[in-house]
């Protein structure tokens, strides 16, 4: 293992100083591993909460600030934050208006929140509603497993529902298009490399030089199946294919479009992969009309990428367009 | 015997720490099998908090040291486990009735109610591969034993004996629950590693309550 480390224990924590120091508009607190926009509370704001295990930045960190979250709960790496970090944030980021978790579905991540919204009904009157996001295709049967994951849909849910709070808009009517936004979303990677939990030293599963992983997640979790190295235009088959398969995504507004890198992909090839995208949404009638590209949700340091493509109504649009100014994010302001 | 008293409770829980740090890697490469690489560390994690508090401030009565221990593990632990080891405390101390020590049918309703708890956070059933496949073939054990007139001690050693079987009938399932559900097929041949854990901590009763007898 070859990394930029003191001891693999303290990564988290000398990473939030290192943000700390870099972005003077956030407010941490060390202790609880809770990262705020430093203006938390903001006065008669609905607020949002994210959070996950470490190692997928930008996310969850990159994008809190107007237009985004309120505040996001920082866990070890790959491991789920813990209820009482998630029920002081709620307390701290409580306008008035109540406060909405958005919840990225894994199983740990749910039950902590599931039992942060007990702790805060017990200890406080913050209304609390929560939205699980779960657009990964790659999972099968998911009324029999832990159900689909949440991996690229999230971008769009935090961007297009931070929007909307901005506007004022109420706590369910929040819930309710957090909701719409995951439901118009589906999402599927691909590794080329595993990648190295600095606690363990060595890759999470081995891949050979010809192979690849299709159906990944984002912790380094082996994906559904393992296929030879191919051409990206194959690749990119392999992973529009049970995406438009799974949903309808013609009509609307169009598609938004996200070729997210999972952490050692350079930006050259996410492009190629976003020309070959674009090319098969074209062929099959699908109009994107707005498009990320980058490593926003990573897994350490794997190569390879996800898919992610939401079907976007008017209001969706706009509020995509709407500004945001976050570390991860910022337009328009 | 008096029942299971707040020191046998003590040597149960410091016990099982002992037995998740001795197979912590162990534990770590199951979970990197068909998880995410970290039930070791983060379950030992949470067992030496809770082994500080005892140390620190012991409780009072068995419900204070289950509360204690399930708050601290849901502090500690993080992801998957630290909700479901945490519930299962929680969820034990209001069924002990505040008694300073728990007769051996007490001591099985309150593990009853942990399990009862760990099923509805988690929604497992048992043959999802998981720690739920440890644990009730375990509590059917303890309740059958007890209900033929065995000892406390002996029941536990027939829950830890169920509860090695049912660890080892988790190798050909299929998952599906947590993240190893993900792995659909793939996650069988493999051992689980939550219920390797619970089997320890099965275990661990039994060694403490054992010890307690012959004391």
Redesign the interface.
Known sequence: MKKLLNDPADLVAESLRGVERAHPELRIDHENRILYRADAPVSGKVGLLSGGGSGHEPAHAGFIGPGMLDAVCA??????????QMAEATKNIDGGAGVLHLVWN???DV??F??AAELAAAETDTEVQAVVMNDDV????SL???GR?GTGAAIAVEKIVGAAADQGRSLSELADLARRVNDSSRSMGMALTSCT?P??GTP?FDLPEDEIEIGI?I????G?RRVPLTSAHEIAQMLVDPILADRDFTGGEGVFVFVNGMGATPQLELYLMYNEVAALLDKAGIVPVRSLVGPYVTSLDMAGCLVSITRLDDDMLRLWDAPVATAGLRWGM | MAGVDTDALQRWLRAFAASVAAEKDALTGLDAAIGDADHGANMDRGMAAVVAFLDATPPADPAALFKQTGMTLVKSVGGASGPLYGTLFLRMAPATGGAAALEPDVFAKALRAGLDGVVARGKAEPGDKTMVDALAPALDALDAALAAGESLAAALRAAADAAERGRDETTPMLARKGRASYLGERSIGHQDPGATSAALLVAAAASAVADQEAA
């Open positions: 866990g070890e790496v790959f491991t789920s934050p813990v209820p009482d894994y199983t740990g039950m902590n599931d039992m790659a999972v099968e049967d029999f497993t832990a994951r939990v606690a363990k999470t997640g912790h380094g979790e082996p559904r």
